[in-house]
């Protein structure tokens, strides 16, 4: 009696150890491929665009200011910072990298991080596009797609939005 039940509990056992193994033996999904990062394409030699662009304005339905840091660097990476200060509360900024380019009269800026985690570039939204209406030395007005006018000025190389 004893013999055969531990006869049926070594079989089970050894039918319950074998799933286990064909389970973790069975072949997983392949890792999801993913889209190769765009690479970013240096401007025209010159182009006046490259540099720091500080943008200061008041939005209607926004309360306070929004300071917009454009930098645009001579190997086509750009970074954007904003930054929205409502008086004596710490301010909120969004900051994103990526690459920016000349597309006729316009700038367009491919964000390909947004507060320093990658994003899905197939979304639209980290794409912007400004047409440059006028530039000249230290002082450039663009209007956004969405009709609001920005008008920058230029600003050192290294220069940062204050906290």
Known sequence: MFELLFRRRAIFASLFAAALLAACAAPSKPPPVEKPQPTCQAPAQGDALVGNWLSVRKEKGVAGELRTLFTLHPDGTMAYTEQLKRGSKPSQGLSEAGCWKRDGQALVLQT???????????????????VVSSLSGNSLA?????????????MSPGYRLPF
């Open 112 to 130: 390909l991080q947004s507060n320093g985690m990658p994003i899905d570039t197939s979304d639209p939204i980290y794409t912007n596009r400004y």
């Open 142 to 154: 663009m209007r956004h797609a969405d009709g609001s006018a920005i008008k920058a000025r230029r």
